[in-house]
């Protein structure tokens, strides 16, 4: 089991919940539009927000907000490691430096000595991007072993410092060198693991790379915190991480819906039916999480031969037929209707289930 950092409001690593991450995109310097951007996050279900700070005037910026949220939030800072005393001062619950560009071991040192008098950790970050020039011949090229030398090198710079609160990131666009990376560090350091594949792209590829990078560590019991890095809206990012999470088992989904492919044998729209009850089930999930209400399962199935069964496993379901389908509750068979009522009689019984968490 990895170490426990405290990152505000939020512990990473050491058995804590994965925390979800994601960082904010506008300009800095904006602090209304900052604001406005964490509280956004925050609302999506963002546990730790990363903030950019590329100079005075967003060191500034970020002060002033820190002011007004609760939000656990990482300075981000690349080649001035005055801005990181800035943000340290200004009340950052972590730093996220890259100790190859902050400079010499001196400014390191500083940073860290102000970190350590705060009490606040830093995510050292190694990115397959950025890798030292001399491990890159050693490796030939970007390989899982040289992002694994390079993180813990540089762990053990900072620990020389007499500093050990620190979180790793090593990130790779490649999934497979990324999946590699990490188990060969998972096995020579204890510090807790920031993962997520960088640069992973536009939605639907980023998606696709971070669900396979991300979902693959979860499962194999690595990783302390995540973040999806999409080219896109950072809600999204948080969405699709709570998603990633929901589908390891590591957070419980409100309401899971399961449905099947089709096939020639279905005779009702199922896919239409599927897409229209994801979308009304997801308000009733979100309100059946403030409620604290039991998480429920939905079955969506396209006809008798796994319907009935399917809906049966399931809190609820529908199984189609000839332009008609069967509804089920608590694996009864409880009304025969038309096509078109399915959807709204599956909505409407879900929608009266008020039964309480922990409720047998
Ligand atoms: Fe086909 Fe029925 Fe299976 Fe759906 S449940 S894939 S309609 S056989």
Redesign the pocket.
């Known amino acids: 089991m990895t170490k426990q950092v405290r990152c505000g409001r939020i512990i990473i690593g050491g058995g804590a919940p994965v925390s979800i991450q994601s960082m904010t995109n506008v300009d800095t310097r904006d602090s209304e539009k900052l604001l406005a951007q964490i509280n956004a996050l925050e609302a999506a279900g963002c546990d730790i927000v990363r903030v950019a700070i590329p100079d005075e005037a967003a060191a500034k910026s970020f002060a002033k907000v820190r002011q007004e949220t609760e939000m656990a939030l990482v300075a981000d800072i690349h080649f001035n490691y005055k801005l990181a005393l800035a943000a340290i001062e200004a009340g950052a619950d972590k730093i996220r430096i890259n100790p190859g560009n902050i400079g010499s071991d001196d400014r390191v040192a500083k940073v860290v000595d102000a970190a350590g008098n705060k009490g606040i950790p830093i995510r050292v970050g190694v990115n397959s991007g950025s890798l030292d020039k001399k491990l890159l011949e050693k490796h030939g090229g970007v390989t899982a072993a040289a992002l694994a030398e390079s993180a813990i090198g540089t762990l053990g710079k900072i620990e020389r410092m007499g500093f050990d609160d620190l979180v790793l990131s090593i990130k790779s666009s490649n999934v497979k060198i990324n999946y590699d990376a990490h188990m060969l560090v998972k096995e020579m350091t204890e510090h807790p693991l920031h993962i997520g594949i960088t640069e992973s792209g536009t939605p639907e590829n980023g998606r696709l790379k971070s669900a396979i990078g991300i979902g693959s560590l979860l499962l194999a019991g690595v990783g302390d915190t995540l973040r999806v890095s999409l080219t896109d809206d950072p809600v999204n990012e948080v969405i699709f991480g709570r998603r990633i999470l929901e589908s390891v088992g590591l957070r419980e989904k409100s309401i899971e819906i399961v449905s099947?492919?089709?096939?020639g044998?279905?005779e009702v729209n199922l896919i239409e039916m599927a897409n229209e009850a994801e979308e009304r089930l997801r308000e009733i999930g979100d309100r059946r999480d403030l409620l604290n209400l039991k998480p429920l399962k939905i079955a969506v199935?396209?006809?008798v031969?796994?319907?009935p069964g399917e809906s049966k496993e399931a809190d609820y379901g529908i199984a189609g037929g000839n332009k008609e389908g069967l509804v089920f509750a608590h694996g009864e068979i409880i009304a025969k209707v038309s096509e078109d009522e399915l959807i709204p009689t599956l909505i409407d019984i879900v929608s009266k289930d008020t039964t309480k968490k922990n409720c047998i």
Do not use: A, L
């Open positions: 099947c492919p089709t096939c044998r279905t199935m396209g006809c031969v796994n319907g």
